[in-house]
Each structure stands twice: as C-alpha cells, then as structure tokens.
Nanobody
C-alpha cells in the first residue's frame, strides 16, 4: 500500500514536500517514483529512484527544482518541490515497481494521489 501526503495549494515560486508511506511489501527492494497527471493530459513521469543504486531520473521540466529521495528504514519516499510553477499543478502519484524503469506504464503499485495546485 502506498499513501501520499503533503499536497495542497502553493504560490508560484514556493515550495512543497510530498511524502509517500509504503507498507505491505519490502519496498526497499522496489524502485519508487513520483508521477503526475494534469486535467486533460496524460500521466507523466516526474522523478524516479532505483532501489539497486539509488540512481535518480528527473523529467526535463522539473530538473533543478525537484528532488526525489527515499528512506528505506522508514519505508518513505519524498519529493521536494522548489520554485514551483503553475504548470506543476496536477495530481501527484507515488508508485513502486521491481524494475528500474522510469516509465509510468511499467509501474505496478500506485497510491491514490495527492493534489498539488500552484497559483500564479
């Protein structure tokens, strides 16, 4: 089970930290990712982190602004969002997969999502 928290309303230029609590599986052996879906748009990968080497991937649109991290001891994954923009507005999902894929279509386990709204 994956449960996201930390979403909300934030002004452009501000910061937000999303958290994802994992339970029920040994998620330390899963790659974890944050994905988002804006109204009328396809779901997209935001950031992923592998369980093997801790390698990270970021979408070009968030590079330098967002940081993904994980705490395996606490079964937590985080997304630190800085310098947010109105185009970051979306429902953000946490997901897990046993592969090292960065493609959301490959992820098997999903949370319910948390809304992030960035006002201009």
């Amino acid at each position: 089970q994956l449960v996201e928290s930390g979403g909300g309303l934030v002004q452009a230029g501000g910061s937000l930290r999303l958290s994802c609590a994992a339970s029920g599986r040994t998620f330390s052996r899963y790659s974890m990712g944050w994905f988002r879906q804006a109204p009328g748009k396809e779901r997209e990968s935001v950031a992923t982190i592998t369980w093997t080497t801790g390698s990270t991937y970021y979408a070009d649109s968030v590079k330098g602004r967002f940081t993904i991290s994980r705490d395996n001891a606490k079964s937590m994954v985080y997304l630190q969002m800085n310098s947010v923009k109105p185009e970051d507005t979306a429902v953000y999902y946490c997901a897990a997969d046993s592969s090292t894929s960065t493609n959301y279509e490959d992820y098997d386990y999903w949370g319910q999502g948390t809304q992030v709204t960035v006002s201009s």
